[in-house]
């Protein structure tokens, strides 16, 4: 079995690559550290100067515009240099693997590479490959792999329900939709075990849950109805469009129907339960507008939380 | 050329024989079996075993030598040399080379290229369809003459039943085994590891039990209508081994085997993303590893195969679901029975049995025995030294594997092909 390579020696965050794993501790110290930092966006001049003289590379091999925007928000608010290399429209398509891309730019004196892949793992693999060569000083974090993971944004998660919740084991949390594609949930439900959430369902159909997804530590439900009753949060998740039809489900009106969130079923939930979305939002296909809308939903502010999470990562990982 | 080899303890599964006996080789041949030499026997050469076991030469109903068509991957010559310095004198070679073993005169090149006293019997299995796509019917009888001792479709499934019961009829006509694997490939579509937790967990496309269930269904149900011979190759879980005996118990003649992966891995061994235990069909739960585990004890697994599968680095230094398929395995397939085998509390005659005489009948050949007339075919080993698998301690060209870093029971002394010494351990 190898070791995990996100911790160095000392049990220091190395890497961010899953939140699977990471001591509860290390979770409440990059919340604690982001907190100062969501004041950094109310100043006038709204830089640190954690990160100044590091490059940090946004590796996209999959499109983003969100995500890393906000990676490159975060890292130049704490004064680093960003390039962004979009890589799917680049050296992929002439055969470059991923390994010899990584070690061209680590030759160009990188100190962080913000990884988003296709594939489930890829930031593992160049986080190995890293200290394989030597060069534990660049470190790596995954800005979304495959199906696997999303640490930011279960993080930024943690954050915005600390901030309107307060005590993680007091909470029953939903994650509704399309579980058996995302990495948001399965980096959400390691958070939300790690912080001590007592109760974190996932509602789906059977199409849309990986199969033993219970040994994860969560409880299944099929009725939306059923699983939302009495929750705290509604953590929607996003329908990709290619799943919308075919042998996964007949069809987005049919999966609003059951899986949608509507007024009605949130009315379901605790009177105060917030109700949050990892964007970009399907709005009819898995939430309602008068939902995305309304008073309850936070989707907002987790982006903006979202910056302060990523700044607290990277300063963390790199900081002077 | 007359050997003596002394003072070994001589395992010969076939006849069940477990004693210390001495063996005498002339002209190929086993020619003496126990403590004196045949009458004007000389010997030109002694070979000593004290410590080791005597027994027949490995057998391994699966080895890709990736000749022809991939040799910058491995060639006959490095897998050879590796063959021999795992103890294996014999083995059967899947057909997805490029090009694919679907003509005779491609058998013919491969099995006369083996053809060197120092390499170990080759045994092509020819391909049941045209460049394996499943669709028109190879010239088996002409592909048995050229070498083919049984027709497969290596990991490749013929999706259209019509097409597979007609394959089966067509060498069951001739009495011609078929192997097959059994992995439904729209089960298996996209995925690349067991569906279960690390599945899960990691976010891998699965790959689920019914996937072998169903395909090993469709097959037992054909060979019962076509009354074929058929092998299942490569058998990886627990419902699967269950099918297989009732199968058996139903009266369909149906044989299958367990590569070494499967017999001591499972999904766990993923760990983070290693693309060493990528492979084919995938690392199953641990459940299904105590099933294949007894089962190959039992015999309702008829033996145990390397499923030898050369990759290089480029292929491995990939994110797992891009990663190639296979790890290096001829060199690890006697100290992974051994270690079996221990673990297991099993009879080393037993075990061995998996890996000479089992996989010979199989074959349909004469081997795996240690009686008097049989081919000097025959591994020495050192049951108390180790083996410690390295990069460096590889022969074979392909250096990935998921056991890389282990230390292994059991290390080869002496391997005779037909009375040729092929692999001499002591040289260091």
Known sequence: ?320 | MKIHIKNGRLIDPASKTDKALDLFIAAGRIVGVGGTAPAGFEANSVLDATGCIVCPGLVDLAARLREPGFEYRATLESEMAAAAAGGITRLACPPDTDPVLDEPGLVEMLTHRARLPEFAHVHPVGALTLQLEGAALTEMAELAEAGCVAFGQANRAIVDTQVLLRAMMYAATFDFPVWLQAQDPFLARKGVAHDGEVAARLGLAGIPVAAETIALATILHLARETGARVHVTRISSAAGIDMIVAARAAGIAVTCDVAIHHLHLCEMDIGFFDTQARLDPPLRSQRDREALRAGLASGAINALCSDHTPVDDDGKQMPFEEAEVGATGLELLLPLTLKWAQEMKLPLVTALARVTSDPASILGVRAGSLAIGAAADICVFDPAAGFRVTRENLRSQGKNTPFLGQELPGRVRYTLIDGHLAFDGTLG
Not at chain 1, 21 to 50: H, M, N, Q, W, Y
């Open chain 1, 1 to 320: 079995m190898q070791k995990s390579p996100q911790l160095n020696s000392h049990g220091e965050l190395q890497h961010l690559l899953t939140i699977e794993g990471l001591p509860r501790d290390v979770l409440t110290r990059i919340l604690d550290t982001a907190a100062p930092f969501s004041e950094v966006a109310e100043r006038e001049v709204k830089k640190v100067p954690l990160l100044r003289g590091k490059s940090v590379f946004n590796l996209f091999f999959e499109n983003s515009t969100r995500t890393r925007t906000t990676f490159e928000i975060a890292a130049k608010r704490l004064s680093a240099d960003v390039i962004n290399l979009n890589i799917n429209t680049s050296s992929a398509n002439k055969g470059e693997t991923l390994l010899d891309t990584a070690d061209n730019l680590a030759a160009m004196q990188a100190d962080m590479f913000v990884v988003r892949h296709a594939s489930s793992g890829a930031p593992f693999l160049l986080a190995q490959h890293m200290a394989a060569t030597g060069r534990d000083h660049i470190h790596v974090v995954n800005a979304g792999d495959g199906r696997h993971a999303h640490p930011t944004q279960g993080l930024l998660d943690m954050y915005t329900i600390r901030h309107y919740k307060t005590d993680f084991t007091q909470l029953t949390i939903a994650i509704v939709g399309d579980v058996l594609h995302s990495r948001v949930a399965r980096s959400q439900i390691h958070a939300l075990t790690t912080l001590g959430v007592p109760e974190v369902r996932v509602i789906a159909p059977k199409t849309l849950l990986p199969t033993g997804i219970e040994r994860l530590g969560v409880r299944v439900f099929h009725d939306m109805r059923e699983g939302l009753r009495g929750v705290d949060v509604v953590m929607m998740l996003r329908l990709q469009n290619e799943r919308m039809q075919g042998a996964l489900l007949p069809s987005t009106q049919e999966y609003f129907k059951s899986y949608g969130l509507t007024p009605e079923k949130l009315a379901l939930a605790k009177p105060d339960a917030i109700v949050m979305h990892p964007g970009p939002m399907n709005r009819g296909v898995e939430i309602d507008s008068a939902v995305a809308d309304g008073s309850q939903a936070v989707i907002l502010p987790q982006v903006t939380f979202g910056i302060a999470v990523r700044m607290a990562v990277m300063a963390m990982l790199a900081g002077n």
